[in-house]
């Protein structure tokens, strides 16, 4: 079974950072997506960003300019680097990894990034 581990959440200002990393429990070849969520308290969970095995990245218009996804082969880790923080970007964030034929779709515990104004 695939596991995939969120860390690097926490309290920060508003224009602050954080970098979440996402621990995958095998090498993250395996996923022909992998991709960053969030979900704020009385909202449904919305992509964050996204990238593909084939090299196409999306990134959601809310967070363009201020996250950057990356990736360490070696480490079979993803991480998200967020960058002058709001307030509403408050939420719990969640790590995603998709596999096609056959479908599988996998979900990390989520880590809570919370940000003060």
């Known amino acids: 079974q695939v596991q995939l581990v969120e860390s690097g959440g926490g309290l920060v200002q508003a224009g602050g950072s954080l970098r979440l990393s996402c621990a995958a429990s095998t090498s993250i070849f395996t996923f022909t997506t992998m991709s960053w969520y969030r979900q704020a308290p009385g909202n449904e969970r919305e992509l964050v960003v996204s990238f593909t095995s084939s090299g196409i990245t999306n990134y959601a218009d809310s967070v363009k300019g201020r996250a950057t996804i990356s990736r360490d082969n070696a480490k079979n880790t993803v991480y998200l680097q967020m960058n002058s923080l709001k307030p509403e970007d408050t939420a719990v964030y969640y790590c995603?990894?998709?596999?096609?034929?056959?479908?599988?779709?996998?979900w990390g515990q989520g880590t809570q990034v919370t940000v003060s104004s």
């Open positions: 995603n990894a998709q596999t096609w034929r056959p479908f599988n779709n996998y």
